[in-house]
């Protein structure tokens, strides 16, 4: 599988075009974030066109920058000594990549590369660090994704250990639709092999049951969702939990904000 270093192929827009992108973010931490704390981070970022597998940070290097997504979709990815990885986080708008620098981390315990191309928003490392000193709300809203994430991983954990290829495949792609929006994904069997930690013979066995069952079409680099609800049904329930975690967690923080206002 070819992954194209960030160095490489992130292409920056010119002054203009990054002016425009600016009012327009689909970011969702960005477009939550106060707007003086907001406009702090984009005056700072570097509004970027990302490619189809495309590495943002490497595990165990240092990370020069982080990316708040508009679009597109990123893999977290555990790489182990003998070569063999598996997927542990998705991303996408909803969320930022490059959690350690909000801790206070300088490198990346993971491998990020991204699914499909888009665009984010790319500020240095050193560069935000600075900011978020002086923009608690938003350092506190990273730190809430961070955790969000984390039980993500937790859960990708359970499931690759006690679930079916059939089930984790239904599940990925559910994730992976969740973000990008688009029904079609361009996939090859390697690649969810590598994300799903199997062999590509058992995600062409699991691909094809989805296929006959209605769910999917499934050609060469190519993955369509026909029939999502019952996709939903033949996804485990580590997707339901994933996403029940995160309104739980995101239902506690509206609450304290609405008794702040309240007693404002």
Request: proline content about 5%; charged content about 20%.
């Given at each position: 599988m070819a992954i194209l270093p960030a160095s490489r192929k992130v292409r920056s827009l010119n002054h203009s075009a990054r002016r425009n992108a600016e009012g327009g973010t689909n970011n969702n931490l960005l477009l939550r974030a106060d707007y003086t704390e907001r406009a702090g981070v984009l005056h700072a970022a570097e509004f970027v066109r990302l490619k189809l597998r495309q590495i943002l940070h490497e595990a165990g290097e240092v990370i020069k920058s982080v990316y708040f997504?508009?679009?597109?979709?990123?893999?977290?990815?555990?790489?182990?000594?003998?070569?063999?990885?598996?997927?542990?986080?998705?991303?996408?708008?909803?969320?930022?990549?490059?959690?350690?620098v909000v801790f206070g981390f300088r490198t990346s315990a993971t491998t990020s590369v991204t699914q499909c191309d888009g665009t984010a928003y790319r500020i240095d490392a050193a560069a935000l660090r600075g900011l978020l000193s002086k923009a608690p709300r938003f350092q506190a809203s990273l730190q809430r994704y961070a955790m969000i994430l984390g039980a993500q991983s937790i859960q990708l954990a359970a499931c690759n250990r006690l679930h079916g290829a059939e089930e984790r495949l239904a599940?990925?792609?559910?994730?992976?639709?969740?973000?990008?929006?688009?029904?079609?994904?361009?996939?090859?069997?390697?690649?969810?092999?590598?994300?799903?930690?199997?062999?590509?013979?058992?995600?062409s066995l699991s691909a094809s049951v989805l296929?006959?069952?209605?769910?999917?079409?499934?050609?060469?680099?190519?993955?369509?969702?026909v029939d999502r609800h019952h996709l939903e049904e033949a996804a485990c329930d580590c997707y339901g939990i994933i996403q029940q975690q995160k309104r739980n967690w995101q239902a506690e923080v509206e609450n304290v904000r609405h008794r702040t206002l309240l007693r404002a």
């Open positions: 997504p508009n679009d597109g979709l990123i893999s977290i990815i555990a790489t182990q000594p003998d070569g063999k990885s598996v997927e542990v986080g998705l991303t996408g708008k909803e969320g930022f990549v490059g959690v350690p599940r990925w792609l559910l994730m992976s639709h969740d973000r990008i929006g688009n029904t079609t994904m361009p996939l090859t069997q390697e690649f969810l092999a590598q994300m799903l930690g199997t062999r590509r013979s058992t995600v296929q006959k069952r209605g769910m999917i079409t499934y050609t060469r680099g190519n993955v369509t969702i």
